[in-house]
């Protein structure tokens, strides 16, 4: 099987059909590669992504990663389908519910819990709970992740918003891109900052090294975090922080902060792994949310005390500050 003629890219790929090859037109010279992918067989970017992980699109016969920038006059070929993923349903998810209301809840997510479902995380995720809980919100936002509106990382504690309705999922959607939602957390990191206040105001995109993780890259997209330290220790050296974000990039505020040299206490990922406080996760907690509703217009602030592995590690911190 081939594509269509007059450089118009390829057609869907059929279950069954031998791999589809095209050459790049100049209309998506300069595209990455998944992009043009998923725009030329109607799959999701993140099934383009996986086939691309797993070496099933070539580039000039050599496997091809999901950034790569196509040229004109290139040869293409899908080599292979997404694999089917697991069907998204309701599961015995346990949830804390800080507020709900016929628009949308305020969830408290533990450390360890996966918002939605993803390579490596197809059951047992928040969403999957939602659905057991309000099986109506299938139908609100993106089918793949209904409902979320915003995330936090797996190993992040705290609270998230979660639209019931679609009228409440694309005011949400518009008030972050407005930045009119106020989200703070709390942060431990490694060291002193040499500002007791300051903004952190950096490009985020995908490590070129490590493709798990992020970085400060020119190229990235516009991040902006606002911080203010609340305590200082001496012993080990590390100080307590409220963030502010302005933006929401994946992994904003432990970039950030490692960016500027104080990784977040915990934080394998970024550096902030060290001797002197033994935790096996990052101290981020999304500690508090303001907003007004994007229904009814009232105001709504929530405030989420620490988890109690956090909760515990400043309490030692600062018993021994005080001795």
């Known amino acids: ?7 118009e890219g390829p057609d869907v790929v059929p279950p069954g ?5 095209w050459s790049v037109p100049e209309s998506l010279a ?36 999901k950034s790569l920038k196509l040229a004109a006059g290139q040869q293409v070929v899908v080599a292979r389908r997404p694999e089917a993923a697991a069907p998204l349903g309701p599961e015995a998810v346990p949830l804390v519910v800080r507020y709900e209301d016929p628009d949308l809840y305020v969830i408290v997510k533990p450390a360890g819990l996966v918002v939605h479902p993803g390579a490596g995380h197809e059951h047992g995720t928040l969403v999957h709970g939602l659905l057991a809980r309000d099986p109506a919100i299938a139908t609100v936002g993106d089918p793949e992740r ?14 998230m918003l979660v639209a019931r309705t679609q009228a409440a999922y694309d005011g949400l959607v518009g008030m972050l891109a407005r930045r009119e939602i106020r989200r703070e957390y709390v942060a431990l990191v490694w ?17 070129t090294t490590r493709r798990t993780r992020m970085a ?3 190229e990235g997209k516009n991040a902006r975090t606002v911080y203010e330290v609340t305590e200082w220790f001496v012993q080990p050296d590390v100080a307590l922080l409220e963030c502010r974000l302005e933006t929401g990039r994946t992994h904003q505020i432990r970039v950030h902060l490692a960016a500027i040299g104080h990784p977040v206490v915990g934080d394998g990922a970024y550096g902030g792994n060290r001797s002197g406080i033994r935790l096996d996760r990052p101290f981020l907690h999304a500690a508090r949310l303001r907003f007004e509703h994007p229904v009814t217009g009232e105001t709504l602030e929530f405030e989420e005390p ?18």
């Open 191 to 207: 060291g002193h900052p040499e500002n007791a206040r300051g903004v952190i105001d950096a490009p985020i995109g995908r490590s």
């Open 17 to 21: 059909e031998e791999p589809v090859q």
């Open 216 to 218: 400060v890259r020119r």
């Open 1 to 7: 099987m081939s594509g269509p003629g007059h450089g």
């Open 30 to 65: 300069g595209e990455r590669v998944d992009r043009a992918v998923a725009l030329a067989t109607g799959w999701s970017r993140a099934e383009v992504q996986a086939v691309a992980a797993a070496g099933g699109i070539l580039v000039d016969g050599s496997p091809a990663v």
């Open 306 to 323: 620490l988890s109690d592995d956090l909760a515990a590690v400043l309490a030692e911190l600062r018993e021994t500050s005080a001795t």
């Open 146 to 159: 209904p409902g979320i509106v915003h995330r936090l990382d797996r190993d992040t504690s705290g609270l």
